[in-house]
């Protein structure tokens, strides 16, 4: 029987495979972020151990950074802290680190597939449960936790529990005006946070391959929200050529073999699939997020479900608790929820496409009175370029703050935060209970929705501005 | 790491699903660079509110914790393990546990312990009504005992073989891989030359 990409991904890093043990696989590129590698680093320094592979192995800052002021010393000493732990210990180990304040710094899993690093056919970890966002190249990438972070540091490798595979598969077209982000939000909702556990997605049909490499990130980085363990989409000539000329992809030769392999890598058409999931583009709309988990999420047309609605007792209560934290009542159009903030970035959303989408949007129209919209570029490569094509200028013309590279509002480790009881319209990832600061309320929206909701003060989609933007300020820019 | 064979002890009811790792340990927290120190952090947010369950008196010191469905969610914080561990919990019971986070309690000797929803259930309510009530969670046996008025509950639970044998030992992973480390250099000697390689260039 045929094997699916991701059987296929697994069985070409098989160390070791030997019966009553985990299989041990080789990890292809290991990514490394201040939050979840200093303990790590402490146990190799304990056990008198190395780092194996310096040469497979990268670090960045990003979820401590400051977005403003970032020439200046980090004002919050555990922040600073945790910085110069990193770099004590890349310094120590011989690690690359892009800091704060370098050219490739950004959010670990931007500066990933920016670098060309993130290749079809690769495994890659991260001490990040985001890590999933790399499976858009056709890579097995999971997030791991700090001592799985300091087993790889060591060895390079990681023992396994066997997965199980789902097909996700989204045919049609998406309709206009409907993202990456409102189809995976839609996928959340149908399986449920819990619904992917044990199991690697492949995300697969006529409308994920119409998909570019950028929304493609968008769809695998929220497959944790479903609970998998992974999210990947078949390489083909959209990933080829977002990866020829990057400065890590093969060059000659080397990229004629490393196409030749990448071209093999798809699920075979007599391989099957532990569960499969069926989803038509054409059906999707807009989507947010009502509750406080990514799985809470409803068409932006709808209205805040009745709790009482769920048959399952513990659903119910679910949706009790999340409606008396978010502060909205059963029946509400979600159309008519007012936000105070809108934050656009992220390692879901902060890539240049996000920024231009919602630049699109805002272009020529003003962000509503009482409301702040931060704009924070993935990293300061997307930064670089946003600036170059004078997205910079359209945001802050329209009243946004345009801020530096960093994870930034998706967790407000840094002093980007919301203040109890205020409500945000968010590009990222998670609308947990105090995600975005404590006491705040977050809804997840597609970066359209973020740049329409700031325009206009609440839930909204970019067909629901009537007015036309003001052509002298998009000429301004 | 903490070897685990058999606990016993006093368990919470926490009557609550999808409880996420940022729930677990707010995000703050995360700056510390120690594995220490979390036990402040565990749940911070609900347990400023006086009827959050940890709060109640009469599950001080409890060892065992009993979690509602999708139990770690969420981000892939290993701080989530070690606040519980800070705490005082040495196990958590649920019907189904997000997957980084199962993998890092049992690389830390915290046992994750799956049963179903009505077994988790049957415990809530038996330790709803007498708190004192003691549950034993047996790696050995691979079953979770607790002596109720109608009788005793005794239930299997599974754990593969070889992740049960490294907790019984406490062995640490790192040291077992590298007990294996001419089959890591051998698969490393085959390794084309065109996987990437973050050596600058």
Known sequence: MGRTLAEKVWDDHVVRRAEGEPDLLFIDLHLLHEVTSPQAFDGLRMNGRRVRRTDLTIATEDHNTPTLDIDKPIADPVSRTQLETLRKNCAEFEVRLHPLGDIEQGVVHVVGPQLGLTQPGTTVVCGDSHTSTHGAFGALAFGIGTSQVEHVLATQTLPLAPFRTMAVTVDGELPDGVTAKDLILAVISRIGTGGGQGYVIEYRGSAIEKLSMESRMTVCNMSIEAGARAGMIAPDRTTFDYLEGRAHAPKGADWDAAVAYWKTLRTDDDAAFDHEVRIDAGELTPFVTWGTNPGQGAPLSASVPDPASYDDPSDRLAAEKALEYMGLTAGQPLREVAVDTVFVGSCTNGRIEDLRAAAAVVGGRKVADGVRMLVVPGSVRVALQAVEEGLDRVFTAAGAEWRHAGCSMCLGMNPDQLAPGERSASTSNRNFEGRQGKGGRTHLVSPQVAAATAVLGHLASPADLSDAPDASVLEEA | ?201
């Open chain 2, 1 to 201: 790491m903490e070897a685990f064979t058999t606990h016993t002890g006093r368990a919470v009811p926490l009557r609550r699903s999808n409880v996420d790792t940022d729930q677990i340990i707010p995000a703050h927290w995360l700056k510390k660079v120690t594995r220490n120190g979390f036990e402040d952090g565990l749940f911070e947010a609900w347990r400023k509110d006086e009827s959050f369950v940890l709060n109640a008196p009469q599950y001080a010191g409890a060892t065992v914790l009993l979690a509602g469905s999708d139990f770690g969610t969420g981000s892939s914080r290993e701080h989530a393990v070690w606040a519980l561990q800070n705490y005082g919990f040495k196990t958590v019971i649920s019907s189904r546990f997000a997957d980084i986070f199962r993998g890092n309690s049992l690389k830390n000797g915290l046992l994750t312990v799956v049963l179903p929803q009505q077994t988790v259930e049957e415990l809530w309510q038996l330790v709803e009504a007498d708190p004192t009530a003691e549950i034993t969670v047996d790696l050995v046996a691979r079953e979770v005992r607790a002596d109720r008025p109608q009788g005793p509950l005794t239930a299997p639970f599974e754990l593969d073989d070889n992740a049960r044998w490294r907790l019984l030992e406490g062995l640490d992973d790192i040291s077992l891989t590298l007990a294996n480390e001419p089959d890591i250099a051998a698969f490393e000697s085959t390794r084309p030359s065109w996987k990437p390689s973050t050596a600058q260039v």
